[in-house]
């Protein structure tokens, strides 16, 4: 099963941090948890993934638990431009297909 | 290096007719994946192609086919088009198959009206 959870949708100021949390309570060891975002009228685009420890780069920082059952993507600075639906996935091991939950749907507040 | 590239980017075609949809992924990607994105079922996955075979087939009717060249190119065909056919056809390729670690890069996407 490679159901994830996450809120709905989330509010965030502009120029604060935003913390976007997902539950994956059913990952196997050696899966990675990705996280992309779509844009409005645009195709997703990937954010960031990681398999154990924290990773980060230059568009967010994924913070993974030691249990790894959850994860959060951190935006350190959102801008109105990081507005958009985010998703939170576990790819399947037996091809690259993706299973897309709703994601959260980010609104940031100028 | 060029992105992925759909064509057409919106296309309106009627009831019964087919459509065919067309994908160049990254230079040196092999695997292609398609999907279908509505507003009620939100983004779904179609079918994956690497090496020119299909690897995986999400749920959806025998209508809707698709087929990669040998250049990695890849075209998605839907035949006998129903209204709720009418969607965001998106496009993904990726650098392997198989592999949980790999990253999916999309195309904008391909609008499909059916009147």
Redesign the interface.
């Known amino acids: 099963d490679a159901k994830t959870t996450q809120p709905n949708s989330m509010e965030s100021n502009e120029e604060e941090p935003v913390h976007l949390p997902c539950n994956h309570s059913t990952i196997s060891g050696t899966d990675y948890i990705h996280w992309y975002r779509q844009l409005p009228s645009q195709g997703p685009e990937y954010v960031i993934h990681g398999l154990t420890s924290n990773v980060n780069n230059r568009m967010a920082s994924l913070a993974i638990a030691e249990d790894r059952k959850s994860s959060t993507l951190i935006l350190h600075r959102a801008t109105l431009r990081d507005a958009a639906v985010y998703y939170c996935i576990r790819p399947s091991n037996a091809g690259n297909m993706l299973t897309f939950g709703g994601g959260t749907r980010l609104m940031v507040k100028p | 290096k060029a992105g992925?590239t759909q064509t057409p980017r919106y296309l309106i075609k009627t009831r019964g007719q087919q459509v065919t949809l067309s994908c160049s992924p990254i230079s040196g990607h092999r695997?292609v994946?398609w999907?279908q994105q509505t507003p009620g079922q939100?983004?779904?996955?179609l079918f994956?192609y690497?090496s020119e075979t299909q690897?995986?087939k999400?749920n959806f009717p025998g209508r809707f086919s698709g087929r990669q060249f040998s250049n990695s190119r890849s075209e998605m065909n839907v035949s006998t088009l129903e209204l709720g056919d009418s969607a965001l056809y998106?496009c993904?390729s990726?650098l392997s198959?198989?592999?949980?670690?790999?990253?999916?890069?999309?195309?904008?996407?391909t609008r499909l009206s059916v009147l």
């Open positions: 992925v695997s994946s999907y939100g983004l779904q996955f994956e690497f690897r995986n999400g998106l993904a990726s198959f198989g592999a949980t670690k790999n990253i999916q890069y999309f195309g904008a996407g």
